[in-house]
Every structure is written in C-alpha cells, then in structure tokens.
Nanobody, 119 residues
Framework: QVQLVESGGGLVQPGGSLRLSCEASGIIVSIYDMAWYRQAPGKQRELVASITRGGSTNYTDSVKGRFVISRDNAKNTVYLQMNSLKFEDTSVYYC?????????????WGQGTQVTVSS
C-alpha cells in the first residue's frame, strides 16, 4: 500500500519560512517524479515545484527564488523549503509521486498539509 504523508505545515507570518516533508512508504521516491502542488479555496490545484528521477527541478514562476524542492533517498522523503512566504502562498499543499515508465506505474497523492500565511 502506497502512502505519502505530508507534514510541516502551519501558521507563519509573512516573510517567514516553513519546510514541508513528504514521507513515502510503499514506493521508492528515487524512481518517481515527485512534486508539490497546492490548492487554495475556490481555486484549481496548481503545480508548485517538481523534481524528476534524474534530479532536475522546476518551479512555478511565483515561487522561483523562494522555494526549494529536494529529495533524501535514504529517508525516502521529499521536502519543500519555503522562504519569504507571502499571503498568497496560503493553501493546502499536496505531495505527488508520478511514474509512467513500465513496469512500474503510479500516480499517488498525499492527504495534504495546510499552510497559512497571516500576520
């Protein structure tokens, strides 16, 4: 059974930092493309950051220079370091593991963790 468990969300003031963690079980994150998405109330879910199996990273424009995605293969965990947080970063953040290459395929989601940026 695959599980992605996010943690690290919370309430933070503008300009502050948080580190989200996504601990995986049932899959090996190093062979998946991993990503963080977020969804604010009334809005569509959007891709925030991704890291491929090969280690290439990509960010949505609004978080470039502020967020960093990383992966610790030994801990089977993916992180999202979020710095200089803004009000508009308030969302539920979801971890995703995607693999389309045979013989292993999968598209797995975590339950989400709330990030609230407020003064």
């Amino acid at each position: 059974q695959v599980q992605l468990v996010e943690s690290g969300g919370g309430l933070v003031q503008p300009g502050g930092s948080l580190r989200l963690s996504c601990e995986a079980s049932g899959i090996i994150v190093s062979i998946y493309d991993m990503a963080w998405y977020r969804q604010a109330p009334g809005k569509q879910r959007e891709l925030v950051a991704s890291i491929t199996r090969g280690g290439s990273t990509n960010y949505t424009d609004s978080v470039k220079g502020r967020f960093v995605i990383s992966r610790d293969n030994a801990k089977n965990t993916v992180y999202l370091q979020m710095n200089s947080l803004k009000f508009e970063d308030t969302s539920v953040y979801y971890c995703n593991a995607l693999r389309r290459v045979l013989p292993i395929r999968g598209d797995h989601w975590g339950q989400g963790t709330q990030v609230t940026v407020s003064s």
